[in-house]
T-cell receptor, first 110, second 113 residues
């Protein structure tokens, strides 16, 4: 069964304190791994798509990496506006369905 | 601007009532999806549709119904058979078959009163 596990569930950082969020997955034939940002009361906002092990993507203070078993979302020198829930999802096999993890709630304090 | 519009933003349902959540997209995407989000749980798939006039049940379809009469529209009806409907509902769309991910709407919060 396809499954996505995110850790930690919650993370509190001081402004400027870099860290990483983890997304472990099991899926038959990975077609894509996706990172989203979700603010309270809003829909998820697309951040990155990773397709194969070794791939990396960057956007401002965020960098996503992918191995055969997990993905990391690295946050460098975070700011309070980076506070949000970060969701990981995978798409595998012949389906277009995304399987989501439960998310990591990130709080960045000034 | 292209995107997905969900309405209403907030919805209140009385016991035994059916309610319909609207989802419209102007992205020309083939596939559309409905997810339910509860605190501490991941997004769970209710129904999805890959082409007009066709849809499939997701993981938690009981107590819900959908229609896909137009490419742009994918309304979700929460029926009285859904015993715990209070949740945040998200509609999404995607291009098929390539794995480009989803574009999400802003969500509808449904509360039973």
């Amino acid at each position: 069964e396809d499954q996505v596990t995110q850790s930690p569930e919650a993370l509190r950082l001081q402004e400027g304190e870099s860290s990483s969020l983890n997304c472990s997955y099991t899926v038959s034939g990975l077609r894509g791994l996706f990172w989203y940002r979700q603010d309270p009361g809003k829909g998820p906002e697309f951040l990155f798509t990773l397709y194969s092990a070794g791939e990396e993507k960057e956007k401002e203070r965020l960098k996503a990496t992918l191995t055969k078993k997990e993905s990391f979302l690295h946050i460098t020198a975070p700011k309070p506006e980076d506070s949000a829930t970060y969701l990981c999802a995978v798409q595998g096999g012949a389906t277009n369905k995304l399987i989501f993890g439960t998310g990591t709630l990130l709080a960045v304090q000034p | 601007d292209g995107g997905i519009t969900q309405s209403p933003k907030y919805l209140f349902r009385k016991e035994g009532q059916n309610v319909t959540l609207s989802c419209e997209q102007n992205l020309n995407h083939d596939a559309m999806y409905w997810y339910r989000q509860d605190p501490g749980q991941g997004l769970r798939l209710i129904y999805y549709s890959q082409i007009v006039n066709d849809f499939q049940k997701g993981d938690i379809a009981e107590g819900y119904s959908v229609s896909r009469e137009k490419k742009e529209s994918f309304p979700l009806t929460v029926t009285s058979a859904q015993k715990n409907p209070t949740a945040f509902y998200l509609c999404a769309s995607s291009i098929t078959p390539k794995p480009y991910g989803y574009t999400f709407g802003s969500g509808t919060r449904l509360t039973v009163v």
